[in-house]
């Protein structure tokens, strides 16, 4: 069946620290992931969108990559702030190439401790 | 505000109620879409709009739940006969072609 894996467990760091979230998916074949942020009780906000034939992608203190053989996408917080501190969706879209039908993992959440 | 926008915020009704949520997209976006999100879980795609055409509905969409978007641009999104199950957000996206979805701040219905 297909599936989006993230880690479950809330990610604990300290501020100043790099941290990495990971995304792993069975099942599909995207032509491109997304990662957005959500906050307690708001809807979720696009942070990065990297296709299947780009590595890497970076947006001033974010950094994304995309594997496509081992089914992963990574994303970095370089120099965390507290005002990280939220949760972390990856989304990709179901049909390669279509019409951006989101599937979403469930998430993982992020703590940046002062 | 230019951003999308949902009405109402909040909405508490009893089971077997009928509601009816709004979605006000980013003006020039000619796609829209609901989805809902349950405590720990990401969003479950429900629907999707280009333009006035729906153009897919998820399994998970039972009969009980209808939207429309008239003019291609608000959407109304339908539960009949609530169920305590339906409690949940029920947020809404929009975007220009592909790529990036920009979503409204959600309707968090409860259904006691």
């Known amino acids: 069946s297909q599936k989006i894996e993230q880690n479950s467990e809330a990610l604990n760091i300290q501020e100043g620290k790099t941290a990495t979230l990971t995304c792993n998916y069975t099942n599909y074949s995207p032509a491109y992931l997304q990662w957005y942020r959500q906050d307690p009780g708001r809807g979720p906000v696009f942070l990065l969108l990297?296709?299947?034939?780009?590595k890497e992608k970076r947006k001033e203190r974010l950094k994304v990559t995309f594997d496509t053989t081992l089914k992963q996408s990574l994303f970095h917080i370089t120099a965390s702030q507290p005002a990280d501190s939220a949760t972390y969706l990856c989304?990709?879209?179901?049909?390669?190439?279509?019409?951006?039908?989101?599937?979403f993992g469930a998430g993982t959440r992020l703590a940046v401790h002062p | 505000d230019t951003g999308v926008s949902q009405n109402p915020r909040h909405k508490i009704t009893k089971r077997g109620q009928n509601v009816t949520f709004r979605c006000d997209p980013i003006?020039?976006?000619?796609?829209l879409y609901w989805y809902r999100q349950t405590l720990g879980q990401g969003p479950e795609f429900l629907t999707y709009?280009?333009?006035?055409?729906?153009?897919?509905k998820s399994r998970l969409l039972s009969d009980r739940f209808s939207a429309e978007r008239p003019k291609g641009s608000f959407s109304t999104l339908e539960i009949q006969r609530t169920e305590q199950g339906d409690s949940a957000m029920y947020l809404c996206a929009s975007s220009f072609l592909g790529g990036e979805q920009f979503f409204g701040p959600g309707t968090r219905l409860t259904v006691l």
């Open positions: 989304a990709l879209d179901e049909e390669s190439g279509g019409y951006n039908k989101l599937i």
């Open positions: 709009f280009q333009n006035e055409a729906q153009l897919e």
């Open positions: 990297i296709r299947e034939n780009e």
């Open positions: 003006s020039e976006h000619n796609r």
